[in-house]
């Protein structure tokens, strides 16, 4: 792998899970009540190991959910990067690209809405959980079509199906 594509997708994936985090926390402030989000969510995670944090802080189960949240949006990033980067050869992967995307889109909302009832995944709104991953697509989205200024091309030569 390019050292090109583990740094554009790094970067990607630090402005996307930061953008997320930025939403969240205005979310939070916008309810009164501050980290809420990372809190349950890193409590969520953390029970899923099966790690309890009754003893823990709200400050360590922040960090800790935070650095899995960066984690994740690292290597989501790559991904784009390389595919952005295979785009750039092989045009025709921009349109399946762009079929994956939402498919992942339309998958990863139903999970949210099924994980609506699970008490600690019940505590985000589908809605907040929509706009906070709409905030991230397009943040990563146009860094990388920043990164690719030939992707615009290659998607419009992949949609009209000439190969």
């Given at each position: 792998m390019r050292n090109g594509?583990?740094?554009?997708?790094?970067?990607?994936?630090?402005?996307?899970?930061?953008?997320?985090?930025?939403?969240?926390?205005?979310?939070?402030v916008a309810v009164r009540h501050p980290f809420?989000?990372?809190?349950?969510?890193?409590r969520g995670f953390f029970t899923l190991f099966g790690q309890t944090t009754n003893g823990n802080t709200d400050l360590l189960v922040v960090i800790g959910y935070t650095v899995f949240h960066y984690?994740?949006?690292?290597?989501?990033?790559?991904?784009?990067?390389?595919v952005a980067d295979w785009a750039e050869r092989q045009p025709t992967v921009m349109a399946g690209a762009l079929i994956l995307?939402?498919?992942?889109?339309?998958?990863?909302?139903a999970l949210?809405?099924?994980?609506?009832?699970?008490?600690?995944?019940?505590?985000l709104a589908w809605y907040d959980v929509?706009?906070?991953?709409?905030?991230?697509?397009?943040?990563?989205?146009?860094y990388m079509w920043r990164q690719h200024p030939r992707l615009a091309t290659n998607l419009v030569y992949a949609l009209?199906?000439?190969?």
């Open positions: 594509i583990l740094r554009e997708g790094s970067i990607a994936g630090v402005l996307g899970a930061s953008s997320v985090a930025v939403w969240f926390f205005f979310v939070d809420q989000t990372p809190i349950e969510l890193g984690l994740a949006f690292i290597v989501a990033g790559v991904v784009v990067a390389a995307f939402v498919a992942f889109e339309v998958g990863f909302y949210t809405s099924a994980f609506s009832d699970v008490p600690v995944f019940g505590v929509a706009v906070g991953n709409l905030i991230a697509a397009l943040t990563m989205g146009a009209e199906g000439k190969e």
